[in-house]
């Protein structure tokens, strides 16, 4: 189980508060979340709402200010083990798939990267090529890929790629995010019937982050919507029709009118 509980962030301002204080800006107040073991949980926001920071937070990549971060009850940010344990447990697909893999490594030595993190975070020895070879197939792409570069694949293909490589490093929960908003939308529902598969197959749990509605529904058991770095309402998408908060109510009446007109 991972666990927020009255998480603040702030970043330091382009403007000085003082000559020697510089002004900041705090983007995350108060969150607080559960990642149930198993399912799959969409955050939901415009831009500016802080899911990706919460994300960040989520996976090592930024300490934050107050409040803590517990997995299976251990602060991860106070110990040198709890971060070494939260990386072991979390594996994160970017949205930008053309920076997050290396332009000079082929596709079999992108998807080594995990297997590699693996290999040494457990110690286990054993050969990489077959399993290169078995997570590219996982993800509907045959060995004719193997050998080539980032450049040489569609976004839907170099995606697929990333996502084998987090698959490779053999971690529990996989953060997404923003995985597939730059994808064309038949992309799009090719990556998550992907992702239902590998979550069923390896019992996998998610957190996708999104500002996208129809994504949501279409592979999340439960939503949070945030709003000026707040969680404003949580609820089951099976649900997500009856939320109470105005701006969620109002961020759904938005997105809804939108896909009508489109």
Do not use: W
């Not at 050998?147 to 996989?174: D, K, N, W």
């Not at 999340?220 to 404003?232: A, I, T």
């Amino acid at each position: 189980m991972l666990e927020l509980r009255n998480i603040d962030v702030s970043f330091r301002s382009e403007k000085q508060e003082s000559i020697f204080r510089a002004k900041r800006i705090q983007v995350l107040h108060g969150i607080s979340l559960e990642v149930p073991e198993g399912l799959c949980l969409g955050m939901l926001g415009e831009s500016g709402s802080g899911k990706s920071t919460t994300g960040r937070v989520l996976c090592g990549l930024l300490k934050p200010d107050k409040g803590q971060v517990l997995l299976n009850g251990k602060d991860v940010y106070h110990t040198k083990e709890g971060r070494k344990a939260l990386r072991e447990y979390i594996s994160i697909v970017f949205q930008d798939y053309t920076t997050s893999a290396n332009p000079r490594f082929q596709v079999k030595d992108i998807i080594a990267e995990g297997l590699q993190m693996y290999r040494r975070r457990t110690g286990k020895r054993f050969d990489i090529s077959p399993e290169v070879n078995s997570l590219l197939e996982q993800v509907g792409l045959d060995k004719s890929f193997l050998t080539r570069y980032p450049h040489e694949l569609s976004g839907g293909q170099l995606q697929r790629v990333c996502i084998a490589r987090a698959i490779g490093c053999h971690t529990p929960m996989i953060v997404l995010d923003e995985a597939i908003s730059s994808l064309d939308a038949h992309t799009q529902v090719q990556i998550m019937d992907l992702l239902k598969e590998l979550k069923v197959r390896y019992g996998l749990t998610y957190i996708f982050i999104t500002h996208d509605l129809t994504a949501i529904t279409y592979l999340c058991d439960r939503v949070l919507f945030l709003y000026q770095g707040q969680v404003v309402e949580e609820c089951c998408v099976s649900e997500i029709a009856e939320v109470k908060n105005e701006y969620a109510q109002k961020l759904l009446s938005a997105i809804i009118d939108f896909e009508e007109g489109t």
